[in-house]
């Protein structure tokens, strides 16, 4: 079992920054691809990044990419997003989660577990 908690969240502006980190429990942690997901008031959980379990490949949602960036310390069992060019629609509860496999799917159904959440809220 892996056991997640998020942490970096906060207030910021528009246009500005913010990296999150996700820590995670166990000796395992390479064995599992890692994703981020978020979810707004009054809406669905979405996708946003994922990375495979080396850190070689990543996949990001449109709405994202080009402007965050995830990676991963697997000797530190953490994975890191890190946020850019931020914008209002931006502001929601970002979770971590991870997957058993070699696969990043943007499907929230397929990961195993998950983080508490953080909370990004941007400011215009």
């Given at each position: 079992?892996?056991?997640?908690?998020?942490?970096?969240?906060?207030?910021?502006?528009?246009?500005?920054?913010?990296?999150?980190?996700?820590?995670?429990?166990?000796?395992?942690?390479?064995?599992?691809?890692?994703?981020?997901?978020?979810?707004?008031?009054?809406?669905e959980r979405e996708f946003a990044a994922a990375i495979n379990r080396s850190g070689g490949s990543t996949y990001f949602a449109d709405?994202?990419?080009?402007?965050?960036?995830?990676?991963?310390?697997?000797?530190?069992?953490?994975?890191?997003?890190?946020?850019?060019?931020?914008?209002?629609?931006?502001?929601?509860?970002?979770?971590?989660?991870?997957?058993?496999?070699?696969?990043?799917?943007?499907?929230?159904?397929?990961?195993?577990?998950?983080?508490?959440?953080?909370?990004?809220?941007?400011?215009?």
């Amino acid at each position: 079992q892996v056991q997640l908690v998020e942490s970096g969240g906060g207030l910021v502006q528009a246009g500005g920054s913010l990296r999150l980190s996700c820590a995670a429990s166990g000796r395992t942690f390479g064995y599992y691809t890692m994703g981020w997901f978020r979810q707004a008031p009054g809406k669905e959980r979405e996708f946003a990044a994922a990375i495979n379990r080396s850190g070689g490949s990543t996949y990001f949602a449109d709405s994202v990419k080009g402007r965050f960036t995830i990676s991963r310390d697997n000797a530190k069992n953490t994975v890191y997003l890190q946020m850019n060019s931020l914008k209002p629609e931006d502001t929601a509860v970002y979770y971590c989660a991870a997957l058993l496999g070699a696969y990043m799917y943007g499907d929230a159904h397929r990961y195993d577990y998950w983080g508490q959440g953080t909370q990004v809220t941007v400011s215009s």
